[in-house]
């Protein structure tokens, strides 16, 4: 294939194609003048009214800027509905519940940390008396004091679960 034909083919395709584009967007442009002219005629569907204006020397730009500038946003195809005060107070709590458990979830994540820093500190403490038997009771005081402050910081987030959920 010569690389005439090929230009050839590849025009021609540019050609159809603007031209399907025009007449696409000229019946859109009509179905949307037809489905807003009045209230009287319902119509849910824009009418499709074939048109015979092809675009003669658009540039492919100028055509997209024309769909975009009839593109409808989906924001706009959204209904707004009315609701009732008690609805939107009732959904307002619904909001509210469900960020308080999530808020007292999140607050849980440091008892994980204070299990692993126990079963850390105890296995340290078997270590240390198989090593050393010695000074078992010592350790065993050092371990005990380590709990201790390890389970405060359970106790706070406790505490911090109880405000988000309560207070």
């Known amino acids: 294939m010569s690389s005439q034909k090929a230009v050839q083919l590849s025009l021609g395709a540019a050609r159809s194609l603007s031209t399907g584009l025009a007449r696409l967007q000229a019946a859109s442009a009509q179905g949307m003048l037809v489905a807003s002219q009045g209230a009287a005629q319902v119509s849910e569907k824009p009418v499709m009214v074939a048109a015979q204006a092809p675009i003669l020397g658009a540039t492919p730009s100028s055509i997209a800027s024309g769909i975009r500038a009839q593109a409808v946003s989906p924001?706009?195809?959204?209904?707004?509905?009315?609701?009732?005060?008690?609805?939107?107070?009732?959904?307002?709590?619904?909001?509210?519940?469900?960020?308080?458990?999530?808020?007292?979830?999140?607050?849980?994540?440091?008892?994980?940390?204070?299990?692993?820093?126990?079963?850390?500190?105890?296995?340290?403490l078997i270590n240390g008396a198989a090593r050393n038997p010695n000074i078992a009771k010592q350790l065993v005081g050092y371990a005990l004091l380590g709990f201790a402050l390890t389970e405060s910081i359970a106790l706070f987030s406790l505490l911090v679960v109880f405000l988000i959920l309560f207070a």
Do not use: D
Not at 91 to 104: D, E, I, P, Q
């Open 75 to 124: 924001l706009s195809l959204h209904k707004q509905a009315v609701l009732p005060n008690s609805v939107v107070q009732e959904r307002a709590m619904s909001v509210l519940a469900a960020s308080k458990m999530v808020g007292a979830g999140c607050a849980t994540i440091a008892l994980a940390g204070v299990g692993a820093g126990l079963g850390v500190m105890f296995g340290s």
